[in-house]
């Protein structure tokens, strides 16, 4: 099956990536696809335990099953504000 996958901030920087396609077989969690693209961008692995999962636009944990053409976001911490 096939999900978009977007990288949002300093991750985009990372990966050289605004926007991916991956393929990904059933039952593959958000975390699994992680760990395939901290394989291909090794960078990725040392901003994990800060990073935010979204599928289809709503914030899930790392242990959520994917599903066709849902849209994945990474996104790195954010700061600011007063």
């Given at each position: ?78 700061s600011?504000?007063?």
């Amino acid at each position: 099956m096939v999900v978009k996958v977007l990288f949002f901030g300093i991750l985009k920087d990372l990966t050289g990536l605004a926007e991916d396609t991956a393929e990904v077989a059933a039952g593959t969690s958000i975390s699994d696809l992680f760990a395939a693209y901290s394989r291909r961008f090794e960078t990725l692995e040392a901003a994990r335990p800060s990073i935010l999962f979204a599928r289809n636009q709503e914030f899930v944990s790392p242990n959520a099953i994917l599903a066709e053409r849902d849209e994945v976001a990474f996104l790195p911490p954010v700061s600011g504000g007063a």
